[in-house]
């Protein structure tokens, strides 16, 4: 299992990104996505996760209302488009995959597979 984020960038507050992980692996449709981030000094914390067929979402509090996880079983990929970003949403953004399709896992010590994050920078 491989997966590839990217889509990271710089914007000012009040901007938009859309964040991409594309996961190799003949099972993509049976797993549970989810996105963290991680800023200097923190631990990684939860941000979102979608169930294997993308009808079931949730989203950590701070996000909720600006930031939208979707996915194209098709494309073996997972979105994550984050509007009206906040300077404190600057982090590290990482995708995390479940392979037994268990979307209430939370916290990062739950998730084996990790892509590589993809840096994300909000100025004020």
């Known amino acids: 299992v491989q997966l590839q984020a990217s889509g990271g960038g710089a914007v000012q507050a009040g901007g938009s990104l859309r964040l991409l992980c594309v996961a190799s692996g003949r099972s993509f449709s049976t797993w549970a996505m989810a996105w963290f981030r991680q800023a200097p000094g923190k631990e990684r914390e939860f941000v979102s996760v979608?169930?294997?067929?993308?009808?079931?979402?949730y989203y950590a509090g701070s996000v909720k209302g600006r930031f939208t996880i979707s996915r194209d079983n098709y494309k073996n990929t997972v979105y994550l488009q984050m509007n009206s970003l906040k300077p404190e949403d600057a982090a590290v953004y990482y995708c995390a995959a479940d392979l037994t399709g268990n979307y209430r896992y939370t916290r990062a010590s739950e998730y084996e597979y990790w892509g590589q994050g993809t840096q994300v920078t909000v100025s004020s």
């Open positions: 979608i169930t294997s067929s993308g009808g079931v979402t």
